[in-house]
């Protein structure tokens, strides 16, 4: 059974350019997470999203950032123009549901040069 | 506005001794609090959890310590041993239940090395 899958696992963008990011849940897990966490910080929350439902995004920045989880396929977090204060450790995870314990992926480490 | 505080950047024990992991929490909204273990390069692991009912919870060698009043919990680890060497990650959820994992507010973590 594997985990929480995350690629690219590094992700090198030039400014301006969009980055995607990949996430695919444990098996039976219908719920994803996405976590940014910056140099020598903390995890901060992103997005909370169900099967085609954004349940709650009150950590996603205002601009350039979106978040899907398609019926089918990965949840996908894309960023848009990125500039250098994107570049941080992004990590999703997944979970049966809000009541759940999550299990998170091993990141992707995105860098904007 | 940071409402979870890991207040020691780092931590360093000797093997065998214990280990003692603080965090303070201004939100008291939360009821379920979290600590998650990281390597390097790797995701968060989850380590242990207890609800605000409780005041410890235990597994193994690791208990946890919650003082409501004081807002503060604490991780101990004991005995501890090298392949504990990483950060760790103090969490707090505020959804109702007690059992929610749903939006998780985290610290800075502490970085604990472990000496043989």
């Known amino acids: 059974n594997a985990g929480v899958m995350q690629n690219p696992r590094h992700l090198v963008r030039r400014r301006g350019q969009e980055a995607r990011l990949r996430c695919s849940p444990m098996k039976g897990h219908s719920h994803v997470y996405w976590y940014r966490q910056l140099p020598e910080e903390g995890l901060k929350f992103m997005v909370y999203?169900?099967?085609?439902?954004?349940?709650?995004e009150s950590g996603m920045p205002k601009e350039r950032f979106s978040a899907e989880f398609p019926k089918e396929g990965p949840s996908i977090l894309r960023i848009q123009q990125v500039v250098r204060g994107d570049s941080a450790a992004y990590f999703c995870?997944?979970?049966?549901?809000?009541?759940?314990?999550?299990?998170f992926g091993s990141g992707t480490r995105l860098t904007v040069v | 506005d940071q409402q979870v505080k890991q207040n020691s950047p780092s931590l360093s024990v000797q093997e065998g001794r214990i280990s003692i992991l603080n965090c303070d929490y201004t939100?008291?909204?939360?009821?379920?609090f979290l600590w998650y273990k990281k390597y390097p390069a790797e995701g968060p692991t989850f380590l242990i959890s207890?609800?605000?009912?409780?005041d410890k919870n235990e597994d193994g060698r690791f208990t946890v310590f919650l003082n409501k009043s004081a807002k503060h919990l604490s991780l101990h680890i004991v005995p501890s041993q090298p392949g504990d060497s990483a950060v760790y990650f103090c969490a707090a959820s505020e959804d109702a239940g007690g059992t929610s994992y749903g939006k998780l507010t985290f610290g800075q973590g502490t970085i604990l090395t472990v000496h043989p």
């Open positions: 995870a997944s979970s049966k549901g809000a009541n759940y314990g999550y299990t």
């Open positions: 999203l169900q099967k085609e439902n954004i349940i709650d």
């Open positions: 939100n008291s909204m939360f009821d379920y």
């Open positions: 207890i609800s605000s009912i409780k």
